[in-house]
């Protein structure tokens, strides 16, 4: 019994902290309080870019479909010429 | 890397060549309708990703597209007639007296004013440039298209749809 009293006595002796323990440690934890800052300004910059990247891609979609119906008029227009010509050679060839 | 530069901006002066200079805004002061399609080979490009395989139009424009690097379209319509000059046709046809181009069909209606021209363009005997001029007593249209066309599919173009008249 003796020896592990003696275990126990050295196990649970008080043990002096090393120096600026407590420096540290008052330390970690401001740097714990002020941490949450950075994360909403982190999720911030991500919300950010995020809706910045879905206007950008939004803008080029809208400009794309424009660009669509501008192509599709010219190529209607274009058709359509083509056609009245075609009808007016054959008109002529008849006459 | 002179040899590209070269050859590059060889490549671009031709269809440079193609691509009429319709400098024909001061019509557009006078028409009551008007439209001006300006479509390059980036938007083109860009465009024809957008295209649906659903809708018949679309999906030979998909086809169509792929030899082109152009459509531009300026087209004026008028309350009256006698609101543009021979010198705004000549403007158009003086371009197209360059070397390449060639007058494919011309109608002419004295009676009722009427003057429809189709010109293509070639290079090395293929066709990569085409012009349609459309002239009635108030209407002016000219249509440029740049890039070698496929005619028959062009002229399927919009026929379910109501033709721009």
Known sequence: ?????????????????????????????????????????AIAAVLLLTAGLGYRQHVQRQRALEAKEQLMLGLRIAGSRLREIRSQILREDLI | ???????????????????????????????????????????????????????????????????????????????????????????????????????MVSTVDKKKGKIEEVYFHATNGKSDGMVVLDIKPAKFEVVNIVGSVDMGRLSEMGENKKAEQ
């Open chain 2, 1 to 103: 890397m002179k040899v590209q530069l070269i050859a590059l901006l060889s490549f671009a002066s031709l269809l440079f060549g193609q691509r009429l200079q319709l400098n024909l805004d001061h019509l557009a002061k006078k028409a009551a309708k008007t439209e001006d399609v300006n479509v390059d080979g980036a938007m083109m490009q860009h465009a024809s990703s957008f295209l649906s395989d659903k809708n018949k139009d679309e999906k030979s424009a998909r086809k169509l597209v792929k030899g082109m690097d152009g459509v531009y379209v300026r087209s004026f319509k008028f309350d009256k007639p006698g609101e543009f000059t021979e010198a705004d046709i000549d403007s158009v046809r003086r371009q197209l007296q360059a070397p390449g181009w060639s007058r």
């Open chain 1, 1 to 41: 019994m003796r020896p592990f009293e003696d275990e126990l006595r050295n196990a649970l002796k008080p043990v002096e902290p090393p120096p600026g323990f407590a420096e540290r440690v008052m330390a970690r934890v401001e740097a714990r309080r002020t941490r949450p800052r950075y994360r909403w300004a």
